[in-house]
């Protein structure tokens, strides 16, 4: 087995206003990774360079990753630069020579000053650091650089590999499933693309997330892989999981956390996970950019069902239309597809979240960022979160029709007291006007609420007032087979501008949360809690228990 090293823990830190010669920094202090610099004194809020260096008894191939950071970065080895973070949020592998056997310095130059990748109108805050794990792999000099594994049939349990070693060699190859016997392949060329059954199988679900492993050892080089066995698909207006009904229920989700910031530790991950399953939940949108390898794996094996996009939130003409735009948004397609290929958990791939998807020249954006994703991945669901509703002229580009409306909070009046009202005939009108022959999702709906703010009359910003608009769409998206899902927005409140944004945007939070930034539920927790329990969509949510309110007691 390769030797993996886990960077994480204390490491050198120093703070620039302006991009610092890293020759010349004075680490004066330290901070943890995985971890953001600007959540905490003396950093907190400021924007500029985040640089963090370490030292590390290594040498020979090596391959480097760092499961995301924000918001740009560069890494460097001895003072020598190996690579550039262009994307907040992607899990990033760089492979390279790291010299003799023996100490070498690492340098991790984040940079939290916004771009025209995350530009700082985004309702979301841009956090700086190094958000994931920093791991690193020796390698020998023939290795396994990459394998795909899909389901092909999941009735015989049959998969299609696809394995692509470091030379174009032809050489022998064992593969071995779970605890199963060795079997030989044959690399042609560094590759080998062949369908395997895999013994004693048995199928992914999220009420039966059961992962399997594959062993490969080529040479001196041996890695593990998990994967799962199941098909989802389409089939007219229904989405399908393992050849049955499938709806979704669940929330948007952000990485964030007042302490964390975007660094969000695994047992927090756990934590909102399990809190969200418990509700009966079976799905996440990972919003709005791509997911941490690790909050993968968990949902791999909590039986979570993910949507993860790329990172882009809103993004207008010139900038949408210009070439370098698309050019950054393919390139970020191809990433995550790669890297989160080989989880079982993913079932749709989104990018561009509420793009001006009604403008004809922006069906060419989505058809090529469609085709990129569909070229990595032949079986995923791709599609993209619209606001353009009756507009859009880019259904007929995607596999699932998804859209954000938020009648009941944006639509209004300023003389209305409540919106409830407009929610049935609003979600009615949209979903008669869109082609029925795809299935079709409320990709985000809901309005705000502060948390402990109570009102008799449900005042709009009351918890009462959030619980009555999201019981009364959830109600509808439920129990209508029209939808195949409904993805609430969103699971917390998560920091956005401090200054305020046009929709309001009180204590610098967006406050749709149906539970607060620390994760305490709002009346809409409980209020959501039992229109699952008493929905259509229980009989077809994969087989996702809802706990019983003892258990969460
Ligand atoms: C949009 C957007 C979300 C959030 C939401 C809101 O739908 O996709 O990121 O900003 O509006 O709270 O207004």
Partial sequence: MRTQKILDGIWNFAFSEMEPD??????????????????????FGRRGYGVYRRSVESGGLVKLAIDGIGISGKVFWDGREIGELKYAYMPEEFIFDAGKKGSHEIAVMTCNLHNKIFYPFYDFYGYGGIFGSVTLEELPELFIRRVRISTTDYRTGSVRLRIEASEKCDREILLRFDDGNPVAGMLKQGCLDAEFRVPDFRLWTPGTPN????????????????????EVRTDGAKLLLNGEELRLMGYNRHESHPYFGAASPLSLMTADLQFIRAQGCNFIRGSHYPQ???????????????????????????????????DQQLDQARKLTRASFNHPCIIIRGFLNETESQMPEVRPIIKALYDAIRAEDELCLIT????????????DLVDIIAMNPYP???DADWDTVSGIQNIRPRFQRLVDSLPSDKPYMISETGGSAVYGFHDPFRARWSE???????ATAASVALNDPRY??????????????????????????????????????????????????????????????VLEETDLK
């Fill in 484 to 545: 195949c899902g409904l993805a609430v927005w969103q699971f917390c409140d998560a920091k956005s501008y401090i200054n305020g944004y046009v929709g309001g945007r009180p204590r610098g939070f967006n406050d749709k949360g149906v539970c607060d930034e620390y994760r305490r539920p709002k009346m809409a927790w409980a209020a959501l809690r039992e229109c699952i329990v008493k929905s259509e969509y229980l009989k077809h949510n994969g087989g996702v228990p």
């Fill in 384 to 395: 993209f979160a619209s606001n353009k509703y009756e507009k859009d002229c880019c259904t």
């Fill in 211 to 230: 992962i399997h492993l594959l062993r490969l050892t080529l040479g001196n080089d041996e890695i593990v892989e998990e994967f799962g066995i199941r």
């Fill in 408 to 410: 009941g909070w944006c």
């Fill in 464 to 470: 009462e007032y959030q619980a009555k608009l999201l």
């Fill in 22 to 43: 890293l020759g010349k920094i004075r680490f004066a202090d330290v901070l943890s990774v995985p971890g953001c610099f600007d959540v905490a004194a003396p950093y």
């Fill in 292 to 326: 941490r390898r690790s909050f993968l794996k968990l949902c791999d094996h909590l039986g979570m069902l993910v949507w993860e996009e790329t990172l882009g939130w809103d993004v207008k003409p010139p900038d949408l239309l210009s070439g370098e735009f698309l």
